[in-house]
């Protein structure tokens, strides 16, 4: 028989650098999981992320156990590496802040994809070039 799921937390952590820090200390313990087993886990199984902030969902079960899916990594965040920026716009549709191409754009929605509400890569594309342009950054084609 299955085990009982009590809850399911959603967090985002640095990939390989988590710590039991807030926010994952305060989320995990008040649910009775073993905090530094599960940020030992998150961080051998994310290490190639190397800082890059993912998003992860826990399950924990009746008996204090858990189990965690990490998903791809925010569209912001990989448009802010792409465009070699800090922040997006805060006033998008006056202020552009960088500029990304058409190829990276290609690139971040293969990452995304499974994550992405999209029947096939030319919508994933859209949904990231949407993201682009609510930060405030270009795409150039």
Do not use: H, W
């Not at 008040?30 to 905090?35: A, F, K, M």
């Not at 992320?49 to 826990?58: A, D, E, R, S």
């Not at 998008?92 to 754009?105: F, H, L």
């Amino acid at each position: 028989m299955a085990k009982e799921v009590i809850k399911k937390i959603k967090l985002q952590a640095p990939g390989g650098k988590a710590t039991p820090a807030p926010p994952i200390g305060p989320a995990l313990g008040q649910n009775g999981v073993n905090i530094g087993q599960f940020v030992s886990q998150f961080n051998e199984r994310t290490k190639d992320l190397n800082g890059t902030t993912v998003p992860v969902v826990i399950t924990v079960f009746k008996d204090k156990s858990f189990t965690f899916e990490v998903k791809s990594p925010p569209a912001a965040v990989l448009l802010k590496q792409a465009a070699e920026i800090a922040k997006g716009s805060g006033v998008p549709n006056k202020e552009k802040v960088g500029t990304v191409s058409a190829e990276q754009v290609r690139k971040i929605a293969e990452t995304k994809f499974k994550d992405l509400n999209a029947y096939d890569l030319d919508q994933a594309e859209k949904i990231i070039r949407g993201t682009a342009r609510s930060m405030g950054v270009d795409v150039i084609d």
